[in-house]
């Protein structure tokens, strides 16, 4: 049974930093691309982040390159959001979410951290 759990969201002010975790279990975590999507009330959910399985290549929105960073450590099946500079609007529920390089659509999610930047 595949589980992806989120960890690290919670109440910022505007200009501070927050690092999300998401640690899998139940998948080989090396031969998964990883990513980061958010979803913030009355809005569609949005990706941020991708980093492929071996190489650690990355990709990100425009809007969030600069201020945030996604890493990956497969020794620990964890992948991370480094997010500094948060704005209120980067109020969201986080969540990470994983598929296979052969996969156009992410077969797994985590349940998501909420993170809330105050002005």
């Known amino acids: 049974q595949v589980q992806l759990v989120e960890s690290g969201g919670g109440l910022v002010q505007a200009g501070g930093s927050l690092r999300l975790s998401c640690t899998a279990s139940?998948?080989?975590?090396?031969?998964?691309?990883m990513a980061w999507f958010r979803q913030a009330p009355g809005k569609e959910r949005e990706f941020v982040a991708l980093i492929t399985g071996t190489d650690g290549s990355v990709y990100y929105v425009d809007s969030m390159k600069g201020r945030f960073t996604i890493s990956r450590d497969n020794a620990k099946n964890t992948v991370y959001l480094q997010m500094n500079s948060l704005k209120p609007e980067d109020t969201a529920v986080y969540y990470c979410?994983?598929?296979?390089?052969?996969?156009?659509?992410?077969?797994?999610w985590g349940q998501g951290t909420q993170v809330t930047v105050s002005s």
């Open positions: 979410a994983a598929r296979r390089s052969s996969s156009s659509t992410f077969e797994y």
């Open positions: 139940g998948l080989t975590f090396s031969r998964y691309y």
